[in-house]
């Protein structure tokens, strides 16, 4: 980043990226870095000509991803040396937090400070009108106007005030100060107070119970310390806004100082500065220091010291002590379906790969050479029986039918990766819980409807009676996660895991964890845990595991419903505890709830008009307070990653020596999901020779051998036709399993690479025979012949081949070729930083790595690999390197012409 000195001395200096916040956790990819910069930023008054510096502070912002950012990704934002805020309320989101004293200001901003190019707070979003505007009754001169920064046009009575003015704005006040918002393309959006001239339309669709806005008036502690996780907002959910691929913009980190005061203001128009007994006013005000002490938690309600509040981020002193950081996007999710005109080929299923197939969709759709493949996101039973039935032709699944495909289908891996259960929970102190412990008996009280939720429901239902009243008051999670206020506000959804409606294979690896724990077993199959809390009678004894979640509870609370606190209830009684669970249809709308805290309980009654029931009908309870927040649920790897989501540690083993009552996780081994978690687990898989697919056995999970491994793992295969496909599309899903298997296992943020949330499908991670096998299978694909590989044939062509040799340049198909199974090192490290609204229908294309390759990538690959070897046997090797490479040259020409054949056809 190139900019003028303001204020101070401003560095830039890249960083791999560091840890996130409380929540996150260590699955971004190994590519992504961030930034760190410094600056010097002070608040200086301008007494008799000369400096008064009144507070100088060395401020350094590290930002954990600046590049390749995707809509509704959240990134961690740290910082050091800022003055410690006061008058601290709850939502750091919210309008009310910009009445904070000395916050530190997170802001998205179109455009960048480059060279003469600044950045300006006219581009910068803000939700509210009180964010961009200000107005004083009682004295003619607020800080605002005697700021020393400001240019002699900013310090009049009235800046920025649209002409005319409208209507709905009230007469003018003594001084008022417009910033107005500055949209893509021109528009200006004056706002005002109330915002009576005009707000920007995404305005309105956040805050309250919604989506929070992404302005951030973070918190400094006393310490100077401060961090917060900020959503990246892209043109596809603020238009107004416009950030994207070819939008510039860049997020601005303003540490508020207060105003630096010039009461006197010799240099501005004697009209526009304060005269006599005004001076000694407006200095008095300029000058304030605070009301609240640092790290005092209080709502300001406007009693705030607004010459050091958030209120004025925009102002001259403020704007003047920012740091700003340039951020690049990724290209919008519906790029493929805009740009691309080739063919297109379509891959149902499983959402595991949803981050996986967006992230690799541009690299190749974009590439006139090759074509879309086109992820539809649909529940794994049903794609794979839409393959075996014939109604699709490729689906991602991580599991085969029970009986097995009744055609020839090869179950090739494209991705190890698993679920998570995130978790958005508050500790005592109101600040989010860095991490939280989960036994597989929990999960299971959780998904049973075994906690009552309410008072009501408690003390009308006599099952349930004795059972704690939500998660927070159970003695086993109290054991496991001290620290946690018990008994907490959000009693509805501490009581339930946001989990699925559909069918789906998370849910059968869910419940495989869950059903192979002795005690969580034991507990479903009516014994009491030791502290005597019992399983919904309706789950006693289910058997498991399942690939869709029954709600079986049918009590309906007859008193609490007879009170007429509820009056949908009132009018349309039905059982509660299903209306607490209220599952979600897609991964993706419960990370979306994950993500901002949107409790989904539907037990809200919305009134169409007061006094009639008419159009009434039961809603959720909406986004949770910061502070408060108590919520679980279920989400895959990859969004976990994208979107900064803390994943729960899952129980693996107990020792044998481990009290069954405890009061500690003494002798219980916990895992979060991790690269380190995910191998171990990998290391789990059993090859299944029935169904030439990989296992994992959950029974090792609960014992010391997978004490380590992380018990959410899954594999996730391309299930697809080796006969009865036409030879083109046989011929694109071949290149897509080339590509996965090898070019797409490359970590990093960039398109065609592996995101966060995947264990890379090679032999430095232990999955390099599932990638060897995906090799086989595509060229069974290819050939349509109706073969399906073996898992001992592809384990026998992998330790047959010459092992310095990037595998494919002698296979019978050479799209991906020269690519490397097996490296024989690994791979580079992923940082540790985490990485919502995803497309509501299918979303872009799994590409392929490279058309037919091409003699001279495969020879030059090829010779490459044998200049490594040394000595006496290197002019042998050069001599097959050629022989190769005349090999590789006439199958080139035979698979060429083989594919225009099939093309006229």
């Avoid at 958030?310 to 740091?323: Q, V, Y």
């Avoid at 149902?348 to 006139?368: I, K, N, R, V």
């Avoid at 939280?436 to 409807?449: F, H």
């Avoid at 080339?738 to 995947?758: C, E, I, K, M, S």
Wanted: overall charge negative; some cysteine.
């Amino acid at each position: 980043m190139r900019g003028r000195r303001i204020a101070g001395i401003v560095s830039l200096t890249a960083v791999v990226a560091s840890g996130a916040a409380a929540a996150s956790f260590s699955l971004a990819s190994g590519a992504s870095t961030g930034v760190t910069v410094t600056k010097t930023v002070t608040r200086n008054h301008l007494v008799n000509g000369a400096d008064d510096v009144v507070d100088t502070r060395n401020v350094a912002v590290s930002v954990s991803q600046v590049t390749n950012l995707r809509s509704f990704q959240q990134i961690d934002v740290r910082w050091t040396g800022a003055h410690p805020t006061g008058g601290i309320v709850a939502d750091q989101n919210s309008g009310d937090a910009s009445q904070e004293e000395y916050p530190v200001v997170l802001l998205e901003c179109r455009g960048a400070d480059v060279g003469a190019a600044q950045l300006d707070p006219s581009t910068c979003w803000t939700a509210t009108s009180q964010e961009r505007f200000q107005s004083a009754y009682n004295t003619a001169f607020p800080p605002w106007r005697v700021d020393r920064y400001a240019p002699p046009a900013q310090r009049t009575a009235v800046v920025g005030a649209p002409s005319p003015r409208p209507q709905a704005c009230s007469s003018p006040a003594p001084a008022e100060r417009w910033v107005p918002f500055d949209a893509v393309g021109g528009k200006l959006y004056p706002g005002g107070v109330g915002g009576c001239a005009g707000m920007a339309p995404e305005a309105a669709n956040v805050g309250g119970l919604s989506l929070p806005s992404n302005e951030t008036f973070g918190v400094t502690q006393r310490d100077g310390t401060g961090s917060a996780k900020f959503d990246v907002w892209t043109a596809e959910n603020n238009a107004s806004l416009g950030c994207s691929n070819t939008v510039a913009c860049s997020l601005v980190v303003v540490p508020i100082m207060g105003i630096s005061c010039d009461a006197v203001g010799a240099s501005v128009p004697p009209g526009d500065r304060p005269q006599g007994s005004q001076v000694s006013d407006a200095d008095t005000l300029c000058r304030a220091s605070g009301q609240f002490q640092p790290g005092q938690v209080v709502s300001p309600a406007g009693r705030e010291d607004v010459a050091v509040s958030g209120l004025l981020w925009w102002s001259a002193s403020n704007w003047r002590n920012r740091l700003s950081v340039p951020l690049t996007f990724s290209p919008p999710s519906n790029s493929c379906d805009v740009v691309s005109k080739g063919d297109e080929v379509d891959i149902y299923g499983s959402e595991l790969m949803t981050q996986a197939a967006l992230q690799w969709a541009p690299h190749f759709c974009l590439d006139p050479k090759l074509f879309k493949v086109k992820h539809v996101q649909t529940p794994e039973p049903q794609a794979r029986n839409l393959v075996d039935t014939g109604g699709i032709e490729a689906a991602y699944a991580s599991a085969v039918p029970d009986a097995g495909f009744s055609k020839p289908v090869v179950s090739a891996p494209v991705a190890f990766t698993g679920f998570a259960i995130a978790f958005a929970v508050d500790d005592a102190n109101g600040k989010p819980v860095a991490t939280l412990r989960l036994t597989p008996r929990l999960l299971a009280k959780l998904l049973t409807e075994s906690y009552p939720a309410i008072n009501g429901v408690q003390q009308e239902y006599p099952a349930l009676s004795k059972n704690p009243l939500e998660m927070s008051s159970d003695p086993e999670f109290v054991a496991l996660n001290p620290g946690i206020t018990q008994g907490v506000p959000a009693s509805q959804s501490a009581s339930t895991l946001l989990s699925l409606s559909s069918d789906s294979d998370v849910l059968q690896a869910l419940t495989s964890y869950i059903t192979n724990d002795p005690e969580a077993r034991a507990w479903l199959d009516g014994s009491p845990d030791p502290w005597g809390m019992v399983v919904n009678p309706n789950y006693k004894g289910i058997d498991l595991p399942k690939n869709s979640w029954p709600l079986l509870d049918s009590f309906e609370p007859k008193k609490l419903y007879a009170s007429d606190t509820n009056d949908c209830l009132y009018n349309d009684p039905v059982p509660y505890l299903p209306l607490v669970a209220a599952p979600m249809p897609r991964l993706a709308g419960i990370s979306q709830a994950m993500e901002f805290a949107l409790a989904n309980s539907q037990t809200v009654c919305q009134q169409v008009a007061e006094g009639t029931s008419a159009g009434e009908k039961l809603v959720a309870l909406g986004r949770q307070t910061p502070g408060f927040r108590f919520m679980l649920g279920v989400t895959s790897l990859g969004d976990a990653a994208r979107f900064g989501l803390a994943a729960a540690s899952l129980e693996t083993s107990v020792a044998p020596s481990a009290p069954t009552k405890f009061n500690s996780t003494t002798g219980r081994s916990f895992v979060t999901p991790d690269l380190t978690s995910l191998r171990a687990a990998a290391s789990l898989l059993r090859p299944d020779a029935k169904s030439n697919t990989w296992s994992m056995p959950y029974s090792a999970l609960h014992a010391d051998a997978g004490s380590s491994a992380y018990p959410g793992a899954m594999v996730v295969y391309a299930q697809i036709p080796t006969k009865g496909l036409p030879a083109s599309d046989a011929s694109h899903y071949a290149q897509v399993l080339r590509f996965a298997a090898t070019d797409g296992q490359t970590p990093g943020d960039g398109a065609g690479q592996l995101p966060g949330g995947y264990l890379p499908l090679t032999a430095a991670d232990g999955l390099g025979s599932l990638a060897t096998y995906t090799l086989t299978a595509a060229d069974a694909v290819q050939a349509q012949q109706g073969a399906v590989p073996t898992l001992a044939a592809a384990t026998a062509a992998a330790t047959s081949a010459a092992p310095a040799v990037p595998s494919g340049v002698f296979g019978a198909g050479l799209a991906g070729v020269g690519t490397t199974v097996a490296p024989a090192v690994a791979p580079a490290p992923r940082s540790s930083s985490p990485s919502l609204l995803l497309p509501a229908d299918a979303i872009g294309s799994i590409p392929t790595s490279h058309t037919n390759g091409g003699l001279g990538g495969a020879l030059k690959r090829t010779l490459g690999a044998l200049s490594r070897l040394a000595g006496a046997v290197l002019p042998v090797f050069l001599w097959l390197a050629l022989l190769s490479g005349a090999a590789a040259f006439g199958v080139w020409q035979f698979e060429r012409r083989r594919a225009r054949r099939a093309a006229g056809a």
